[in-house]
């Protein structure tokens, strides 16, 4: 699944587009190297936002395509 979408499914970030646009301003970081919006994503990823001067890392634990509002908690495991 690609970063921006698994973003959106997630819902750490609410619109595909913000997430796009965040992979190419450089605010995303994956295992340390900053992602494009079309990285594959893979579970064990270790994903870094920077949202101004605060940042959320987590671990990617769970790739859903259609996930419930439930579900999308578990796809993640915050570090």
């Known amino acids: 699944m690609r970063l921006d979408k698994y973003l959106k499914n997630s819902r750490i970030i609410k619109r595909r587009t ?5 992979c190419d301003a450089g605010r995303v970081m994956v295992n340390g190297k ?12 270790v994903v870094e936002i920077r949202f101004g001067d605060k940042a959320i890392k987590f671990e ?12 999308a908690v578990d796809m993640y495991k915050a570090l």
């Open 60 to 71: 990617i634990v769970k790739v859903l395509e259609n996930p419930r509002k439930e579900e």
């Open 34 to 45: 900053a992602a494009k919006a079309g990285y594959e994503v893979k579970i064990g990823d």
């Open 18 to 22: 913000i997430a796009n646009d965040a």
